[in-house]
Protein backbone atom coordinates (compact mmCIF):
# COMPACT_ATOMS: atom_id res chain seq x y z
CA UNK A 1 0.00 0.00 0.00
CA UNK A 2 2.88 2.38 1.05
CA UNK A 3 4.34 1.77 -2.38
CA UNK A 4 1.65 2.54 -4.27
CA UNK A 5 0.95 5.57 -2.74
CA UNK A 6 4.55 6.83 -3.39
CA UNK A 7 4.69 5.61 -6.68
CA UNK A 8 1.34 7.96 -6.99
CA UNK A 9 2.45 11.02 -5.42
CA UNK A 10 4.40 12.25 -8.72
CA UNK A 11 1.72 11.53 -11.03
CA UNK A 12 -0.61 13.47 -8.61
CA UNK A 13 1.97 16.52 -8.74
CA UNK A 14 2.18 16.53 -11.85
CA UNK A 15 -1.90 16.89 -13.20
CA UNK A 16 -1.60 19.42 -10.51
CA UNK A 17 1.57 21.35 -11.71
CA UNK A 18 -0.55 21.09 -15.22
CA UNK A 19 -3.83 22.39 -13.54
CA UNK A 20 -2.53 25.25 -12.16
CA UNK A 21 -0.53 26.36 -15.21
CA UNK A 22 -3.76 25.57 -17.62
CA UNK A 23 -5.90 27.73 -14.80
CA UNK A 24 -3.28 30.64 -14.84
CA UNK A 25 -2.90 30.70 -18.66
CA UNK A 26 -6.82 31.07 -18.50
CA UNK A 27 -6.81 33.63 -16.57
CA UNK A 28 -4.48 36.18 -17.94
CA UNK A 29 -6.43 35.77 -21.00
CA UNK A 30 -9.70 36.35 -19.69
CA UNK A 31 -8.50 39.54 -17.67
CA UNK A 32 -6.07 41.09 -20.28
CA UNK A 33 -5.95 45.20 -19.22
CA UNK A 34 -7.91 47.23 -21.65
CA UNK A 35 -6.13 48.62 -24.16
CA UNK A 36 -4.67 51.94 -23.35
CA UNK A 37 -4.54 53.46 -26.95
CA UNK A 38 -7.73 55.65 -27.50
CA UNK A 39 -9.72 55.25 -30.42
CA UNK A 40 -9.46 58.79 -32.20
CA UNK A 41 -5.92 60.70 -31.49
CA UNK A 42 -5.65 62.62 -28.53
CA UNK A 43 -5.61 66.32 -28.93
CA UNK A 44 -2.78 68.58 -27.86
CA UNK A 45 -3.16 70.29 -24.73
CA UNK A 46 -1.61 73.13 -22.41
CA UNK A 47 -1.94 73.28 -19.01
CA UNK A 48 -2.04 76.47 -18.01
CA UNK A 49 -1.31 77.18 -14.41
CA UNK A 50 -3.44 78.65 -11.30
CA UNK A 51 -3.56 82.20 -10.46
CA UNK A 52 -5.65 84.79 -9.85
CA UNK A 53 -6.22 87.56 -12.13
CA UNK A 54 -8.07 90.98 -12.94
CA UNK A 55 -11.01 89.71 -15.24
CA UNK A 56 -14.36 91.91 -15.80
CA UNK A 57 -17.23 90.02 -15.35
CA UNK A 58 -19.32 88.26 -18.32
CA UNK A 59 -23.39 89.89 -18.71
CA UNK A 60 -25.17 92.68 -19.71
CA UNK A 61 -25.38 95.39 -16.54
CA UNK A 62 -27.69 97.78 -15.89
CA UNK A 63 -27.28 100.63 -13.07
CA UNK A 64 -30.69 102.21 -12.46
CA UNK A 65 -31.86 101.17 -15.33
CA UNK A 66 -28.62 102.57 -17.76
CA UNK A 67 -26.64 99.99 -19.34
CA UNK A 68 -22.40 100.19 -17.54
CA UNK A 69 -19.66 98.12 -17.86
CA UNK A 70 -19.73 94.66 -16.15
CA UNK A 71 -17.34 95.21 -13.10
CA UNK A 72 -13.44 93.92 -13.24
CA UNK A 73 -12.69 92.01 -10.59
CA UNK A 74 -10.08 89.63 -9.16
CA UNK A 75 -10.82 85.92 -10.12
CA UNK A 76 -8.85 83.46 -8.83
CA UNK A 77 -8.89 79.74 -10.71
CA UNK A 78 -6.95 76.91 -7.97
CA UNK A 79 -6.39 74.28 -10.07
CA UNK A 80 -4.38 73.74 -13.41
CA UNK A 81 -6.36 74.10 -16.10
CA UNK A 82 -5.93 71.34 -19.38
CA UNK A 83 -7.17 73.05 -22.26
CA UNK A 84 -6.63 72.53 -26.01
CA UNK A 85 -3.61 73.82 -28.02
CA UNK A 86 -5.53 74.47 -30.79
CA UNK A 87 -9.12 74.76 -31.91
CA UNK A 88 -10.91 71.99 -32.76
CA UNK A 89 -10.19 71.40 -36.89
CA UNK A 90 -12.22 70.04 -39.59
CA UNK A 91 -10.62 66.67 -39.85
CA UNK A 92 -10.81 66.64 -36.21
CA UNK A 93 -14.83 67.26 -36.38
CA UNK A 94 -15.52 64.85 -39.34
CA UNK A 95 -14.40 61.57 -37.17
CA UNK A 96 -17.13 62.91 -34.88
CA UNK A 97 -19.40 63.17 -38.04
CA UNK A 98 -18.41 59.46 -39.57
CA UNK A 99 -18.91 57.98 -36.46
CA UNK A 100 -22.65 59.19 -36.61
CA UNK A 101 -22.17 61.60 -33.46
CA UNK A 102 -22.29 65.06 -34.94
CA UNK A 103 -23.99 66.90 -37.89
CA UNK A 104 -22.57 67.80 -40.55
CA UNK A 105 -21.35 70.64 -41.35
CA UNK A 106 -22.98 73.17 -43.64
CA UNK A 107 -21.60 74.31 -47.00
CA UNK A 108 -18.68 73.00 -48.88
CA UNK A 109 -15.79 70.65 -47.75
CA UNK A 110 -13.21 72.35 -46.04
CA UNK A 111 -8.95 71.69 -45.72
CA UNK A 112 -8.54 69.51 -42.78
CA UNK A 113 -6.37 71.67 -41.13
CA UNK A 114 -8.71 74.75 -40.81
CA UNK A 115 -10.74 75.38 -37.54
CA UNK A 116 -14.39 73.52 -37.61
CA UNK A 117 -16.54 76.66 -38.18
CA UNK A 118 -20.39 76.62 -38.97
CA UNK A 119 -21.06 74.83 -35.56
CA UNK A 120 -23.90 75.48 -33.17
CA UNK A 121 -23.72 75.25 -29.19
CA UNK A 122 -25.12 72.03 -29.48
CA UNK A 123 -22.54 70.74 -32.15
CA UNK A 124 -20.08 71.74 -29.71
CA UNK A 125 -21.89 69.78 -26.73
CA UNK A 126 -22.03 66.76 -28.92
CA UNK A 127 -18.39 66.67 -30.08
CA UNK A 128 -17.24 66.73 -26.61
CA UNK A 129 -19.54 63.66 -25.61
CA UNK A 130 -18.20 62.03 -28.45
CA UNK A 131 -14.38 62.49 -27.57
CA UNK A 132 -15.36 61.62 -23.90
CA UNK A 133 -16.46 58.50 -24.96
CA UNK A 134 -13.89 57.44 -27.52
CA UNK A 135 -10.89 58.85 -25.11
CA UNK A 136 -12.51 57.64 -21.75
CA UNK A 137 -11.21 61.18 -20.42
CA UNK A 138 -14.09 63.94 -19.61
CA UNK A 139 -13.75 67.16 -21.92
CA UNK A 140 -15.96 69.66 -22.16
CA UNK A 141 -16.59 73.70 -23.16
CA UNK A 142 -14.42 76.07 -20.50
CA UNK A 143 -16.54 78.59 -19.14
CA UNK A 144 -15.98 82.23 -19.96
CA UNK A 145 -13.52 82.71 -16.63
CA UNK A 146 -11.32 79.35 -17.97
CA UNK A 147 -11.38 81.07 -21.17
CA UNK A 148 -10.04 84.33 -20.26
CA UNK A 149 -7.97 83.00 -18.21
CA UNK A 150 -6.32 80.61 -21.08
CA UNK A 151 -6.58 83.63 -23.27
CA UNK A 152 -3.60 85.28 -21.03
CA UNK A 153 -2.55 88.43 -22.07
CA UNK A 154 -4.66 88.03 -25.37
CA UNK A 155 -7.78 88.15 -23.54
CA UNK A 156 -8.76 91.75 -24.77
CA UNK A 157 -11.00 94.01 -22.38
CA UNK A 158 -14.54 94.48 -23.76
CA UNK A 159 -15.34 97.38 -21.46
CA UNK A 160 -17.50 99.55 -23.71
CA UNK A 161 -17.16 102.84 -22.00
CA UNK A 162 -20.73 103.43 -21.47
CA UNK A 163 -21.44 107.53 -20.85
CA UNK A 164 -23.30 107.77 -17.58
CA UNK A 165 -24.88 110.69 -18.65
CA UNK A 166 -26.09 110.11 -22.10
CA UNK A 167 -29.69 109.27 -21.60
CA UNK A 168 -30.10 108.44 -25.55
CA UNK A 169 -29.31 104.98 -26.00
CA UNK A 170 -29.62 104.96 -29.95
CA UNK A 171 -26.01 107.34 -29.62
CA UNK A 172 -24.70 103.96 -27.50
CA UNK A 173 -25.62 101.46 -30.19
CA UNK A 174 -24.60 103.22 -33.05
CA UNK A 175 -21.09 103.95 -31.06
CA UNK A 176 -21.13 100.04 -30.45
CA UNK A 177 -21.65 98.78 -33.64
CA UNK A 178 -18.99 101.64 -35.36
CA UNK A 179 -16.39 99.79 -32.86
CA UNK A 180 -17.38 96.15 -33.78
CA UNK A 181 -17.55 97.24 -37.57
CA UNK A 182 -13.99 99.05 -37.42
CA UNK A 183 -12.50 95.73 -35.28
CA UNK A 184 -13.84 93.52 -37.64
CA UNK A 185 -12.83 95.31 -41.09
CA UNK A 186 -9.11 95.70 -39.12
CA UNK A 187 -9.35 91.46 -39.46
CA UNK A 188 -9.17 88.81 -42.17
CA UNK A 189 -12.39 87.05 -41.88
CA UNK A 190 -11.55 84.10 -43.59
CA UNK A 191 -10.41 81.48 -41.61
CA UNK A 192 -6.75 80.35 -41.50
CA UNK A 193 -5.16 76.97 -40.53
CA UNK A 194 -4.66 76.58 -37.02
CA UNK A 195 -1.89 77.94 -35.35
CA UNK A 196 -1.45 80.73 -37.83
CA UNK A 197 -1.80 83.44 -35.12
CA UNK A 198 0.69 82.04 -32.95
CA UNK A 199 0.85 81.31 -29.07
CA UNK A 200 0.48 83.28 -26.22
CA UNK A 201 2.56 82.51 -22.70
CA UNK A 202 0.76 79.79 -21.90
CA UNK A 203 1.03 77.53 -25.15
CA UNK A 204 -2.29 77.76 -26.33
CA UNK A 205 -2.29 78.71 -29.68
CA UNK A 206 -4.87 81.52 -31.71
CA UNK A 207 -6.56 82.99 -28.70
CA UNK A 208 -6.44 86.32 -30.49
CA UNK A 209 -7.48 84.74 -34.00
CA UNK A 210 -10.44 85.53 -36.26
CA UNK A 211 -12.44 82.45 -35.12
CA UNK A 212 -14.64 82.92 -32.03
CA UNK A 213 -15.26 80.06 -29.40
CA UNK A 214 -18.36 78.65 -27.98
CA UNK A 215 -18.18 78.92 -24.00
CA UNK A 216 -20.04 76.78 -21.49
CA UNK A 217 -21.46 79.99 -19.79
CA UNK A 218 -24.97 81.42 -20.12
CA UNK A 219 -26.17 84.94 -20.65
CA UNK A 220 -26.83 86.86 -17.48
CA UNK A 221 -28.42 90.11 -17.11
CA UNK A 222 -28.05 91.84 -13.58
CA UNK A 223 -29.44 94.93 -12.23
CA UNK A 224 -27.48 97.38 -9.85
CA UNK A 225 -28.73 100.14 -8.34
CA UNK A 226 -26.70 103.33 -7.77
CA UNK A 227 -24.51 102.90 -5.21
CA UNK A 228 -23.52 99.30 -7.50
CA UNK A 229 -24.89 97.03 -5.07
CA UNK A 230 -26.60 93.72 -7.14
CA UNK A 231 -30.34 94.28 -6.61
CA UNK A 232 -31.42 91.28 -8.92
CA UNK A 233 -29.98 88.57 -11.86
CA UNK A 234 -31.22 86.82 -14.42
CA UNK A 235 -30.19 83.63 -17.06
CA UNK A 236 -30.73 83.20 -20.07
CA UNK A 237 -29.35 79.33 -21.45
CA UNK A 238 -30.78 80.06 -24.82
CA UNK A 239 -27.79 82.09 -25.02
CA UNK A 240 -24.30 81.84 -24.91
CA UNK A 241 -21.03 83.59 -24.20
CA UNK A 242 -18.39 83.26 -27.34
CA UNK A 243 -14.96 84.57 -26.94
CA UNK A 244 -12.64 86.06 -29.38
CA UNK A 245 -11.66 89.63 -30.55
CA UNK A 246 -14.00 91.09 -28.45
CA UNK A 247 -17.06 89.16 -26.27
CA UNK A 248 -20.26 88.17 -27.69
CA UNK A 249 -23.55 86.62 -27.30
CA UNK A 250 -24.88 83.79 -29.24
CA UNK A 251 -28.05 81.94 -29.31
CA UNK A 252 -27.06 77.93 -29.34
CA UNK A 253 -28.58 76.99 -31.85
CA UNK A 254 -26.91 79.53 -34.59
CA UNK A 255 -24.61 78.25 -36.71
CA UNK A 256 -24.11 80.52 -39.08
CA UNK A 257 -23.61 84.04 -37.39
CA UNK A 258 -23.99 86.06 -40.77
CA UNK A 259 -27.82 85.35 -39.70
CA UNK A 260 -27.38 87.28 -36.54
CA UNK A 261 -27.68 86.39 -32.76
CA UNK A 262 -24.71 88.73 -31.66
CA UNK A 263 -26.18 90.81 -28.38
CA UNK A 264 -24.34 94.16 -29.08
CA UNK A 265 -22.47 95.39 -32.41
CA UNK A 266 -21.93 92.87 -35.43
CA UNK A 267 -21.98 89.30 -35.10
CA UNK A 268 -18.40 87.51 -35.64
CA UNK A 269 -18.11 85.51 -39.15
CA UNK A 270 -16.81 82.73 -37.49
CA UNK A 271 -17.87 80.37 -34.81
CA UNK A 272 -16.19 77.24 -33.71
CA UNK A 273 -14.93 76.14 -30.52
CA UNK A 274 -12.08 74.34 -28.27
CA UNK A 275 -12.51 71.67 -25.37
CA UNK A 276 -10.88 71.66 -21.59
CA UNK A 277 -9.87 68.30 -20.02
CA UNK A 278 -10.89 67.72 -16.56
CA UNK A 279 -8.85 66.22 -14.52
CA UNK A 280 -10.03 62.87 -13.29
CA UNK A 281 -8.26 61.04 -9.71
CA UNK A 282 -7.54 58.18 -12.36
CA UNK A 283 -5.49 60.66 -14.43
CA UNK A 284 -3.47 60.73 -11.48
CA UNK A 285 -2.68 57.17 -11.28
CA UNK A 286 0.40 55.37 -12.92
CA UNK A 287 -0.52 54.21 -16.45
CA UNK A 288 -0.05 50.66 -15.61
CA UNK A 289 -2.73 50.68 -12.78
CA UNK A 290 -4.46 53.23 -14.88
CA UNK A 291 -5.25 49.97 -17.17
CA UNK A 292 -7.01 47.85 -14.47
CA UNK A 293 -9.50 50.40 -12.63
CA UNK A 294 -13.22 50.69 -13.65
CA UNK A 295 -13.70 52.95 -16.20
Known sequence: ??????????????????????????????????????LVP???????????????????????????????????LDKPLVIMRYQVTVADYTRCVAAG????????????DLPATGVSHGDASDYA?????????????PTDREWAHAAGTRFIDDARGFDGDNANPALRWLAD?????????????????????GANEHGVHDMAGNVWEWTQSCLRRVSLDAAGKTTGETTNCGAYVVEGQHRAVMTS??????????????????????????????????????RLLPA
Open 177 to 197: YDRESARKQASDPAPRPVGSF
Open 1 to 38: MATTLRMGLPVLTTSLGLLFMAGAATLLLTAQPRPSVP
Open 129 to 141: AWLSASTGLRWRL
Open 101 to 112: ACKRLDGKAARG
Open 42 to 76: LPQTAIVPPMTMMHRLDGEYLSVGRPVDAPRVAVT
Open 253 to 290: FIRNPKSGGCSVGTPPDNLGFRLVKEQRWQDRVPAGLR
